[in-house]
């Protein structure tokens, strides 16, 4: 009886009516083999047969020999082509959370949209001529605060007072000054109509310097605010110790009043002279 292949995978065919190496029905097979070009060897292709489980059991018991030996066909190929799709799949991950994580090359600062803070470090410091940058919109506004301490007296005997005021004369030898740990104190400056605010910053401490005495050390300073809008924005600022105005850009908000929350306050001053007050010399709302 001439030798039978299988039209699909090239395999020779037994007696059965399946094709054992890839399931084919035996109705394909090629004409006997001496009818035909001689053929180069084909590796077998490993596919699942689709005959019914009753069918396949019985083509089982019939040809045990056939069946050991496609079980028994090697799978390492197939392992091997698992293997280096995971790795293209991890390494395009990979890359592609490196370009999420570089910031876009036309983005400029960050976008503040309500309720959202927004760190010192995104935001951007003011030039050294901040006073020309725009309108100090705080020269202006009134200011709703806590009740400042009592007045004291300077040392030429000068009665000195610390309204929350002095926080919009432009001035770092007076300044609003409360008692204690003012950490939460919240401060709200109203412009009188909506305005267009572009930076924040203020005098974080008691800037003063009084016949030698330098009062900024002496006196509690803030390490950390947030500026609030009437859209709900908030913008946080971290502050360094230093008795100059610091003061940071923010995305033009139109707002009409300004919040400042003290959010860390230092310890009070060192030695016999320290103040156990909170103070601020200066406030800048910049903008048009």
């Given at each position: 009886?001439?030798?039978?292949?299988?039209?699909?995978?090239?395999?020779?065919?037994?007696?059965?009516?399946?094709?054992?190496?890839?399931?084919?029905?035996?109705?394909?097979?090629?004409?006997?083999?001496?009818?035909?070009?001689?053929?180069?060897?084909?590796?077998?292709?490993?596919?699942?047969?689709?005959?019914?489980?009753?069918?396949?059991?019985?083509?089982?018991?019939?040809?045990?020999?056939?069946?050991?030996?496609?079980?028994?066909?090697p799978h390492w190929?197939?392992?091997?082509?698992?293997a280096v799709g995971?790795?293209?799949?991890?390494?395009?991950?990979?890359?592609?959370?490196?370009?999420?994580?570089?910031?876009?090359?036309?983005?400029?600062?960050?976008?503040?949209?309500?309720?959202?803070?927004?760190?010192?470090?995104?935001?951007?410091?003011?030039?050294?001529?901040?006073?020309?940058?725009?309108?100090?919109?705080?020269?202006?506004?009134?200011?709703?605060?806590?009740?400042?301490?009592?007045?004291?007296?300077?040392?030429?005997?000068?009665?000195?007072?610390?309204?929350?005021?002095?926080?919009?004369?432009?001035?770092?030898?007076?300044?609003?000054?409360?008692?204690?740990?003012?950490?939460?104190?919240?401060?709200?400056?109203?412009?009188?109509?909506?305005?267009?605010?572009?930076?924040?910053?203020?005098?974080?401490?008691?800037?003063?310097?009084?016949?030698?005495?330098?009062?900024?050390?002496?006196n509690r300073r803030?390490?950390?605010?947030?500026?609030?809008?009437?859209?709900?924005?908030?913008?946080?600022?971290?502050?360094?110790?230093?008795?100059?105005?610091?003061?940071?850009?923010?995305?033009?908000?139109?707002?009409?009043?300004?919040?400042?929350?003290?959010?860390?306050?230092?310890?009070?001053?060192?030695?016999?002279?320290?103040?156990?007050?909170?103070?601020?010399?200066?406030?800048?709302?910049?903008?048009?």
């Open positions: 009886m001439p030798v039978v292949y299988c039209m699909h995978c090239g395999a020779e065919l037994g007696a059965g009516r399946f094709c054992t190496n890839c399931g084919t029905p035996v109705g394909s097979a090629t004409p006997p083999v001496s009818d035909l070009e001689p053929l180069a060897p084909v590796a077998p292709v490993p596919a699942t047969p689709v005959e019914a489980p009753a069918r396949h059991a019985a083509h089982r018991a019939a040809h045990p020999a056939a069946h050991h030996a496609a079980e028994h066909r190929a197939g392992w091997l082509l698992l995971v790795l293209v799949a991890a390494l395009l991950g990979s890359c592609l959370a490196r370009d999420g994580d570089e910031p876009a090359a036309s983005s400029a600062e960050p976008t503040a949209s309500a309720s959202t803070t927004w760190s010192s470090a995104s935001a951007s410091p003011l030039p050294a001529d901040t006073g020309r940058a725009g309108v100090d919109l705080a020269v202006g506004a009134s200011v709703t605060a806590p009740r400042p301490i009592r007045p004291g007296t300077d040392i030429e005997g000068h009665r000195v007072p610390y309204p929350a005021t002095n926080m919009l004369d432009g001035r770092r030898d007076s300044a609003y000054r409360l008692a204690g740990d003012a950490t939460g104190t919240v401060i709200r400056f109203h412009l009188g109509a909506d305005r267009v605010v572009t930076a924040v910053g203020l005098v974080n401490g008691y800037a003063k310097v009084d016949g030698g005495t330098d009062w900024y050390p002496l803030i390490s950390r605010v947030e500026w609030r809008f009437a859209d709900g924005t908030t913008v946080e600022q971290e502050l360094v110790d230093a008795p100059d105005l610091q003061a940071m850009q923010v995305v033009p908000e139109t707002t009409s009043w300004v919040e400042l929350r003290l959010v860390e306050v230092s310890k009070p001053g060192p030695g016999r002279r320290g103040k156990d007050t909170t103070a601020i010399s200066d406030v800048l709302l910049l903008g048009s």
